[in-house]
């Protein structure tokens, strides 16, 4: 009867986990849904508030966007070492050296004025130790004849720590002589750097200025070269193109009419489409001239008519002298700004 039941119990244990995990694995599954129905709104809630995420822009850029952007770095960059190269050959690198010289001198100068401060405490209070101590012996001292036994051992370490509070004082009175010493040493430097850079930089300024001076120059004689050129040699030319091309109309002209005359004389017709083909050929001659320019309407239309002439490679143009002297000292004046302001950019940025 033992056995029996000793193999109903191991029946019943190995039946009980079974249970116990049929238990679980139905809790799970009736736990699991709800997870899922939890999950999904989250994710939407989470999905719906994020927006505008720099991953989504960067997707949404086109790519002459993105081959702007490398572009201009590389411009960036290509200005960088250009304005590096400039200071190089005008020598705005050294002066750059020697500012930042002068920085690291300031620097320095305020550590070791700190460090004198420090000093002067130091020895302030090793002056005080001492004197407190002279103080305290002195007292001793007075009362001489009263001491005691602790008074014996006070006076005792007293006289053997003085030897010792003025070796403290001696050398901290050496180490605020160094300091100060140090101090005047970074200042004299400093102010040496000052006065080099301060000279170094008028040097600089005066070859920049002179070079700015020189290109103006250049830039008004080139414009003096334009403007004899043009009134020497172009409108001279141009005089002869249009006089000749009127000279070839009229003498067109007179043909016509004689021809005309011979048909008229014989009795025959006249040839008109010859006469029409002829017409077309003879080239437009464009007068330029600012007397009708005086609204900003007029200038337009001005601006639109000779645009469209200068389009025109058979057209000829014909200029009076007070026209082309006002369109010359125009240029002039353009040209002269132009320069000057070119010389003031470049002065500025390098400045």
């Known amino acids: 009867m033992g056995i029996a039941q000793r193999l109903e119990e191991a029946k019943r244990k190995e039946s009980l986990p079974k249970k116990s995990t049929k238990v679980e694995e139905t809790k799970k599954s009736e736990a699991v849904p709800p997870k899922k129905v939890v999950e999904k709104p989250i994710m939407e809630k989470i999905d719906l508030g994020i927006k505008n995420?720099?991953?989504e822009k960067e997707k949404l850029r086109s790519?002459?966007?993105?081959?702007?952007?490398?572009?201009?770095?590389?411009?960036?960059e290509t200005i960088f070492r250009a304005t590096r190269a400039l200071n190089d050959v005008t020598g705005y690198s050294g002066i750059e050296k020697l500012k930042k010289s002068v920085e690291n001198l300031e620097e320095e100068l305020k550590s070791k004025k700190q460090t004198v401060k420090d000093s002067k405490l130091a020895y302030s209070e090793a002056i005080q130790k001492r004197s407190d101590s002279q103080k305290e012996i002195n007292e001793l001292?007075?009362?001489?004849?009263?001491?005691g036994p602790a008074d014996v051992e006070r006076f005792t370490e007293l006289y053997r720590n003085d030897h010792t509070n003025q070796q403290e004082e001696e050398r901290a009175e050496q180490q605020l002589a160094e300091a100060e010493s140090e101090v005047d040493s970074v200042q004299n430097k400093l102010t040496q750097s000052i006065l080099t850079r301060y000279h170094?930089?008028?040097?600089?300024?005066?070859?920049?200025r002179q070079a700015s001076t020189w290109g103006t120059w250049i830039i008004m004689g080139i414009n003096v070269l334009l403007f004899t050129v043009a009134t020497f040699l172009v409108e001279p030319w141009k005089r002869r193109r249009l006089v000749n091309a009127f000279d070839a109309q009229v003498q067109q002209k007179m043909d016509s009419f004689s021809a005309e005359m011979r048909a008229l004389a014989a009795g025959t017709a006249v040839p008109e489409k010859s006469s029409m083909k002829e017409e077309s050929k003879a080239t437009d001659?464009?007068?330029?001239?600012?007397?009708?320019?005086?609204?900003?309407e007029s200038f337009r239309n001005w601006i639109a008519r000779y645009y469209n002439a200068v389009k025109n490679t058979q057209s000829s143009f014909f200029l009076q002298h007070q026209d082309f002297a006002i369109l010359s000292a125009v240029m002039i004046g353009f040209g002269s700004i132009l320069g000057g302001l070119f010389t003031h950019l470049l002065k500025a940025y390098i400045l």
């Open 285 to 296: 001659a464009y007068v330029i001239s600012f007397s009708g320019v005086s609204t900003w």
């Open 141 to 147: 001292l007075t009362r001489k004849h009263n001491w």
């Open 53 to 55: 995420l720099p991953s």
């Open 200 to 208: 170094e930089e008028q040097i600089w300024s005066d070859k920049i």
């Open 63 to 76: 790519a002459f966007s993105k081959k702007l952007e490398v572009h201009m770095e590389n411009l960036q």
